[in-house]
């Protein structure tokens, strides 16, 4: 199945816009003014470009600790995030979460939280209430590999195919947990897909450096999941190139070799597809050129407002313990 | 006014929060079993359907689906049948329950309400008679009730289910079969406000839960050797009613806790800091704290009369603050025949 120059673009267009979020906040770390953790997407961008793209602002995502690239591109308000990020009154979660607790309502992105595999259930509880209500919305969750380890994996697959919930597990396979590898984590031959499948939910997994192929395995889950078929469980492997938390490589740590980072390098799911495009004549460099000014300029814009806004009140610290 | 039991009325609550409002709905393991969670949930299932659920024994992975259909617009209440599964669950009540509201700045609220059970007795033994409620009373973004009576556990039930927060209520099943005048109407009690069960000038005695029937039975002792007890049932104990604790201590100048549970860092530990902070030199004694010792719960029974403290501790610790010696149970008229282990003569187990 080819896809559309519209969507095409579309998810170029994402692509880039989370790469140049990123590499700005990159960028920017070192001032010591983005003060809380950050867990850079860079490299693996094109599964929350692939997912997003089938999904409408109805539906809900929730995600992990590396959700700034899932919060884009579901819509998510980059102003507001950048302001989050910088502990400003005026971000999303009004300065209480910080990188790790990214928030947008309008945009249907309902969280994000770093507890390995905390944020599963919640999911799959989500589509429980929108089911329960009858309304029509699809609800994805994105997690890291090292969450198939943790039991609420298990429960909540269990879960939500006894109920045939419109819920996505998307699995991030990124090969670490912070630095320990898939090795030492999981037997050599684990097959997450078969396990999901043992919970009589459909699974498939693929490229997640290929955005156009993300893009079309999740077409194909969020259908099911909207004809009331229950849930899937996709995996896309890919590859962070930055350190786990923060702006640096770390290849003096010898974790990763550098044959391994080079060959996830030499796939990296922006260049690559912007290559395609051109190659397909969609793209050219006039509108690449247009694109990241265009992109650039909004970045600018949010960062202004990240800096310029104000830091929180005292109160704060007391405000939103309890709902009123 | 009629009767009805402390389950009966978790039950009546339940049933009228599920027939107001479409997006109550109540889980848990059992809820549609012929017991039907100690007689709290029978009947639910045919009157509401899929509103009245059983689950997958997951209580991780459940407490954290019943969070996430509250953050779009459910109302669930999560059912446990002892407490100590529901530790399982910590993950999830600590790290979101309690946090979703504060950590995306009020954005989305936790209208969940979990129901457990804590209790004493028939060799229920280390990991089925657990008491954990300061574990959960510790959270910020918690709310911890505790009732003692068929009337508290309605009022408290449904405050709970209307609640937008996550609210851990803690049933006792010492209390399932005590009755009491309970309307029929749906009626509201307030979470965090205690309130004095007895009036009394000379000592405060504060309780929650079961305990609460201990420190009557001692207060009514007491009466007799001339003591005026004002017996606190502390109803929530987060919040904590310390504007009730201050005025109660203050006017008798003494103050025991009673805490079906641990000792150490326990509420008992909570009150009496409080006291000593906000309320230094109004005690006329040292404040005593008559808890569970620091152990697991023994089995045996033999061993659990040690555990358990009842009122006879309560009348002791209170006449030792005004220089009295001990009385036996004999001694203060206390002797009946029923065994330590159960409720009243008419459990025989072994549930």
């Known amino acids: 199945m080819k896809i559309n120059k519209k969507i095409s673009l579309s998810l170029y ?8 979020v990123e590499e700005r906040i990159a960028g920017l770390y070192p001032e010591q003014e983005m003060r809380c953790p950050v867990h850079l997407c860079i490299g693996q961008e094109g599964v929350a470009a692939g997912v997003c793209a089938n999904l409408d602002k109805r539906d809900y995502v929730l995600s992990n600790h590396r959700s700034h690239g899932h919060f884009l591109a579901k819509g998510g308000d980059l102003k507001a995030m950048m302001a989050e990020i910088y502990g400003k009154a005026s971000g999303c979660s009004r300065s209480k979460g910080g990188s790790m607790h990214l928030i947008d309502l309008s945009a249907g992105f309902l969280g994000s939280t770093p507890i390995v595999a905390g944020v599963i259930p919640v999911a799959v509880g989500v589509a429980l209430g929108t089911s329960m209500k009858k309304e029509k919305k699809v609800t994805v969750c994105f997690f890291g590999d090292a969450a198939t380890e943790e039991g609420v994996f298990s429960e909540s697959l269990n879960f939500a195919s006894l109920k045939k919930l419109p819920v996505i597990f998307i699995c991030e396979n990124n090969l670490y947990s912070v630095y320990s590898p898939l090795s030492v984590r999981q037997p050599k031959d684990r097959d997450n897909l078969a396990i999901a499948m043992g919970y009589g939910v459909r699974a498939e997994k693929g490229d997640g450096n290929d955005v156009a192929s993300v893009y079309q395995i999740t077409k194909k889950a969020v259908r099911e999941a909207r004809r009331g078929k229950g849930p899937s469980f996709l995996q896309f492997d890919t590859y962070r190139y930055r350190e786990h938390c923060g702006h640096n490589f770390d290849h003096e740590l010898n974790y990763r070799t550098t044959n391994e980072y080079d060959h ?3 796939r990296c799911p922006l260049d690559n597809f912007e290559r395609k495009l051109i190659r397909q004549g969609i793209l050219d460099k006039d509108y690449i050129g247009r694109v990241r000014e265009k992109i650039g300029n909004e970045i600018d814009g949010a960062i202004k407002f990240a800096k310029g806004s104000l830091l929180p009140e005292k109160e704060e610290v007391f405000s939103d313990i309890y709902a009123p | 006014m009629r009767k009805l039991t402390y389950a009966q009325a978790i039950l009546e609550a339940t049933d009228q929060c599920l027939a107001n409002d479409d997006s109550v709905y109540i889980i848990g393991l059992g809820v549609t079993d012929p017991k ?16 009245a659920m059983d689950m997958p024994v997951a209580e991780n992975g459940m407490t954290g689906i019943a969070i996430g259909s509250s953050l779009v617009g459910m109302r669930p209440i999560l059912t446990h049948q002892r407490v100590d599964f529901m530790i399982l669950s910590l993950d999830q009540i600590i790290n979101n329950a309690a946090k979703w509201h504060y950590m995306f700045g009020g954005k989305l609220k936790v209208p969940l309400v979990i129901r457990l059970l804590i209790g004493r007795g028939w060799g229920q033994g280390p990991q089925h008679s657990q008491n954990l409620n300061s574990i ?3 959270v910020p973004g918690l709310k911890v009730v505790m009732p003692a009576t068929a009337y ?3 009022g408290l039930l449904i405050s709970a289910i209307e609640d937008d927060n996550p609210v851990i209520f803690i049933e006792h099943r010492w209390l399932y079969g005590i009755s009491d005048n309970v309307p029929e109407k749906m009626y509201r ?7 004095i069960i007895e009036k009394g000038k000379d000592v405060t005695i504060i309780s929650s839960s079961y305990m609460v029937l201990e420190a009557m039975r001692a207060g009514k002792i007491l009466k007799k050797y001339g003591i005026g007890a004002e017996v606190l049932d502390l109803r929530s104990i987060r919040p904590l009613d310390e504007e009730s604790i201050i005025r109660s201590v203050k006017k008798t100048g003494r103050l025991v806790v009673v805490d079906g549970a641990w000792r150490s860092f326990g509420i008992s530990a909570e009150v009496i800091a409080l006291v000593a902070e906000k309320g230094c030199g109004m005690l006329k004694s040292a404040p005593r704290r008559i808890t569970f010792p ?10 659990a009369k ?10 002791n610790s209170v006449r030792s603050m005004f220089g009295f010696p001990e009385k036996t149970e004999e001694g203060a008229g206390m002797v009946s025949n029923i065994p330590l282990d159960v409720p009243d003569k008419t459990f025989t187990g072994p549930f």
């Open chain 2, 306 to 315: 040690y555990y358990y403290p009842r009122a006879i501790d309560i009348v």
């Open chain 2, 136 to 138: 959960f009373a510790f």
């Open chain 2, 189 to 195: 009690e307030p979470l965090g406000k205690a309130r």
């Open chain 2, 152 to 154: 508290d556990a309605k």
């Open chain 1, 13 to 20: 267009y994402q692509l880039l816009r989370i790469r140049m």
């Open chain 2, 36 to 51: 039907g969670v100690f007689g709290t949930t029978l009947g639910l299932e045919k009157k509401y359907g899929k509103r």
């Open chain 1, 264 to 266: 996830w390098f030499k």
């Open chain 2, 294 to 303: 620091d152990t697991p719960t023994p089995t045996s029974p033999a061993l």
